[in-house]
């Protein structure tokens, strides 16, 4: 079974604060994939990343980062310098060996920025 | 380019009613995935198609709940007959082919709402 746990139910933070959202999982697939996804006030699930089980490299995407470990089997997300636009519920998920393509979903970490 | 169109986007029924959502995938995507959100329970999978074809349906609640998919670009969620239980928003996803699990890209969803 997969599990995605996301211990942090809200998070707040003033503007231009760095902030990491943590994102721990579960499996017992040697291959799967770990993806974060963004859930503004609008509704839409906006995808952001995603990372198969075989890279660990470290990625940066403008003021956002994702942190792979398999090691400690996290997936951290930092968004550095926050702005109020930032503000969304974020959810970390898993899907598990290729061609199960289904995700597996955290409960999602709510991100408030203040200005 | 379209992105995954789902209709409607509320709905408001009476319990006992049949209640129908569509789906149209992004043209090209051969995975399709009904999700369920509710505050409860988070993001669940309920069925998940790979060209045209039930892969994963262990997610759907019980017998008054079905999907289909005709052709590779319309799906339906049914909830035959509706209870108040069943209010909840429902996410339409789709992904490319790929030999790896390629990321799903999801529509605006429906807000049902039973009564």
């Known amino acids: 079974a997969q599990k995605v746990t996301q211990a942090q139910t809200e998070i707040s933070v003033v503007e231009k604060e760095d902030v990491t959202l943590d994102c721990v999982y579960e499996t017992r697939d040697t291959t799967y994939y770990l993806f974060w996804y963004k859930q503004p006030p609008s509704g839409e699930l906006v995808f952001l990343i995603r990372?198969?089980?075989?890279?660990?490299q470290n990625e940066i995407s403008g003021r956002y980062s994702w942190n792979f470990q398999k090691s400690t089997s996290s997936f951290n997300f930092t968004i550095t310098a926050s702005q109020v636009v930032d503000s969304a519920v974020y959810f970390c998920?898993?899907?598990?060996?290729?061609?199960?393509?289904?995700?597996?979903f955290g409960s999602g970490t709510r991100l408030q920025v203040q200005p | 380019d379209a992105g995954v169109i789902q209709s409607p986007r509320h709905e408001v029924t009476e319990m006992g009613q049949e209640v129908t959502l569509r789906c149209k995938p992004i043209?090209?995507?051969?995975?399709l995935f009904w999700y369920r959100q509710t505050m409860m329970r988070g993001l669940e999978l309920l069925i998940y198609?790979?060209?045209?074809?039930?892969?994963?349906d262990s997610g759907m609640p019980e017998d008054r709940f079905s999907a289909k998919m005709p052709n590779a670009s319309f799906s339906t969620l049914k909830i035959q007959p509706s209870e108040p239980r069943d209010s909840a928003v429902y996410f339409c996803?789709?992904?490319?082919?790929?030999?790896?699990?390629?990321?799903?890209?999801f529509g605006q969803g429906t807000r049902l709402t039973v009564v």
């Open positions: 043209s090209g995507h051969n995975s």
């Open positions: 998920a898993l899907s598990g060996g290729t061609g199960r393509r289904a995700l597996t």
């Open positions: 990372r198969n089980s075989f890279d660990e």
């Open positions: 198609f790979n060209n045209n074809v039930p892969i994963d």
């Open positions: 996803a789709s992904s490319r082919p790929g030999t790896e699990n390629t990321e799903a890209f």
